[in-house]
DNA sequence: TGGCTATATACATATCTAGAGATATTCACC
DNA sequence: GGTGAATATCTCTAGATATGTATATAGCCA
């Protein structure tokens, strides 16, 4: 069971991007490959990665392997991050009024 | 100008601690070293990491060096994951939902 | 069965990074 | 000015990792 162990894995560009594009529903390898400018074994082994990290599942159909998002390890380092949250949203408080004072 | 560069300078579990060391205030890099099962020279060069990607602030005292959080590359952070929310938020509605049904 | 498609794995390599130890810098205080 | 304390930087190294090429695996269809 991996803690906070999704931002080690979110370190890494490509993985997000594929994570982003599996925010559209699922996809398979290939549709990910054609839209990455990565090998095609190099998409799989993210994959993989991400796989092993419980970021994603995996479905099979036919010789295609469907990837789609398990939000569980996200939902882990969205509360990681709820902590600091407090330290930012005074500041967001204090924009969202100047925004507001110039158009009232 | 790093977009999402606080996930890649987060990844490392040493510097997580740092940061969380600092949710309680300033800190001298010192006090941080004694916390923490590393040289000094090691927490010092966390700590440029961090500076350089934003998420600290350093001020001279003495010969000292005080540590503290900035929040801005954390907000992006929870920016990026804003998206995703949504794809756990309903699992998490049905689960107080559950919850709130367990003690009526 | 044979051939084609889709994906995963193996292997080799180049790059990156965290860490320790040693040294440099900066400041206070005598 | 000299000494000691606090911190930063330098150098080197061991381990990790992302990638490409080549190969294996698995399923469909003729």
Known sequence: MPSVAAIEVLAEPNRRRILDLLRGGERPVGELVAQMTLTQPAVSKHLRVLKDAGLVDVRAQAQRRLY???????AELDAW???YRSLWSKRLDDLERHLAQKEP
């Open 81 to 83: 991050l709820a902590p």
């Open 68 to 74: 789609r998002i398990r939000p569980e390890p996200l």
